[in-house]
């Protein structure tokens, strides 16, 4: 990035439509932030010079000279440096923030370009922790090794006398060696789980690879985190998102530990981060008191629960994303269905008849489609008003499917990873390795500004990172319009 750029965090958000010249009522200003570029999401006044604050108030957006009106003594000046500029408080509209704390204190295998260098840091954690003890990692990705297929446990000889257990960048996919693969008692005759695939070679012997709900085979026995583990890496992840200039996430997963972890920091009043929470939708007891209770919001609106996520299929680089044709470096293959179209369809409405929303992890042509099927089958049915539908990442759209997503906003796009300039290389890189001809060229769905319905924009911490600054310079130098402080709305 050329110029610096400069974030600030502005706690109470600026929203679009907000009225840049309103009469302050003669408030006197505690901070007044001074710039040569202030964004401030309004069509009408994308620009102003100056932001005023009272009480932890937005008081006043505008000039330079109006805004020193407000002045008194004790009002701090804050001038922000030549080419800085000043925006408003983003959120982030799918982000895994436990996951990214937990990453903050395990192997982080991101960016790696070789098997050699991951097991180089496998080795190097193997001299901090006991013999017996789990070693976990994540963000390997095959893609970015010269040897572009998938690892084996062969590979991690020499870790035995620890269970590895290392996931893929996206965390569709797991790669762990034979330790782990003998506690979990996974042999030539375990049988795929639904929903997921365990890989095998040419004797039918698993190679230390697990897709999707595979994983759990393994997962499941790693011991649960305690709370207090929980909420150090929750409150990590926080100052991660503080400094990045978040003021607020969409959390893609919950379940219940997760929430008490979140409600802890809320009691002690460390939460500075509005969470919108997505339940697990496919955990029945949490579903069903959740459905029971109906939606949650704090007095402070810090916290709310207000919608179920569920999965459709897994992800391109895994190759677990549903296609509607084999892969093209995969024969046979067209991804997983991690739930049957009508499970989807029951635990949906359940959801929807209870007040919440519903935003399903959709990747391939294939998953797209049968989560639009759902979703305009539930429109027909209960007949909801602006039931607001999610699709997280519809990654891979079929022509036919294009106009299914409507502009009304009945269901919309969420997450799309192409769309983002930084990841638009890695995303590249998984679809047309796998899609064929389908993902040739720039298709024209990934186009913002002619998707029928208005994408949302995160930054996906977890897979690509949390600095959510690069990501908004990009789209504004591509003219992608920022939404001040809320992504779209929900």
């Excluded at 003594?73 to 030549?82: D, K, M, Y």
């Excluded at 929807?352 to 049915?381: K, P």
């Excluded at 022509?399 to 269901?411: E, K, L, T, V």
Aim: hydrophobic letters at 40%.
């Amino acid at each position: 990035m050329r110029k610096s750029v400069i974030s600030l965090i502005l706690f109470l958000v600026l929203y679009a439509g907000y009225n840049m010249a309103f009469n302050h009522n003669h408030r006197r200003a505690d901070l007044i932030i001074l710039a040569e570029k202030v964004y401030t999401g309004n069509t009408e006044q994308p620009w102003a010079e100056a932001v005023a604050v009272s009480d932890g108030e937005i008081i006043f957006v505008g000039s330079a000279e109006e805004a020193l009106t407000l002045q008194v003594q004790t009002t701090r000046v804050l001038e922000i440096p030549e080419n800085g500029m000043v925006l408003p408080g983003f959120t982030d509209a799918h982000c895994h923030l436990i996951s990214l704390g937990q990453h903050l204190a395990e192997v982080n295998m991101t960016g790696t370009g070789s098997i050699e260098e991951v097991y180089s840091l496998v080795r190097e954690r193997m001299e901090s922790v006991s013999e017996g003890e789990w070693i976990t990692g994540r963000g390997w990705d095959q893609n970015d090794w010269d040897v572009h297929a998938f690892p084996t446990w062969r590979d991690l000889e020499g870790t035995e006398a620890y269970p590895v257990y290392l996931r893929r960048i996206d965390g569709h996919a797991a790669w762990v060696n034979r330790t782990a693969l003998d506690i979990a008692s996974i042999t030539a005759d375990t049988p795929d789980p639904d929903g997921g695939r365990i890989l095998r070679d040419a004797d039918g012997n698993p190679t230390g690879v697990l897709l999707d709900n595979a994983v759990k085979l393994v997962s499941d026995l790693i011991p649960e985190p305690s709370h207090e583990t929980l909420v150090q890496w929750l409150s990590n992840a926080i100052q991660v998102c503080n400094r990045a200039g978040l003021t607020g996430v969409h959390d893609a997963w919950m379940d219940t530990s997760y929430i008490k972890a979140y409600r802890d920091l809320l009691e002690r009043e460390e939460l500075n981060l509005r969470i919108y929470g997505m339940l697990d939708g496919e955990d029945s007891t949490l579903i069903e008191h959740w459905m029971e209770q109906g939606p949650f919001q704090d007095e402070n609106q810090l916290f709310t629960v207000h919608a179920i996520k569920l999965f459709a299929d897994g992800a391109l680089g895994s190759r677990g994303a549903a296609m509607l044709e084999e892969y093209s470096d995969d024969p046979g293959n067209r991804g997983i269905l991690i739930l049957p179209e009508e499970e989807l369809y029951r635990i949906a409405r359940i959801a929807a008849e209870s007040g919440f929303q519903v935003c399903t992890h959709a990747i391939g042509d294939r998953g797209n489609r049968v989560m639009i099927d759902v979703y305009e089958r539930l429109n027909r049915e209960l007949n909801i008003e602006d039931p607001r539908w999610r699709m997280e990442h519809a990654q891979v759209v079929a022509a036919d499917d294009f106009c299914r997503f409507r502009p009304n906003g009945s269901f919309r796009p969420c997450n799309l990873p192409m769309l983002l300039p930084i990841c638009r290389g890695r995303r590249n890189v998984w679809a047309r390795n796998g899609s064929g001809e389908r993902m040739h060229g720039e298709p024209l769905w990934m186009m913002a500004t002619l998707f029928p319905a208005v994408p949302i924009f995160p930054s996906k911490a977890m897979i690509q990172g949390s600095d959510c600054m690069q990501r908004s310079h990009g789209r504004m130098l591509k003219g992608i319009p920022l939404v001040a402080g809320s992504p779209i709305s929900v």
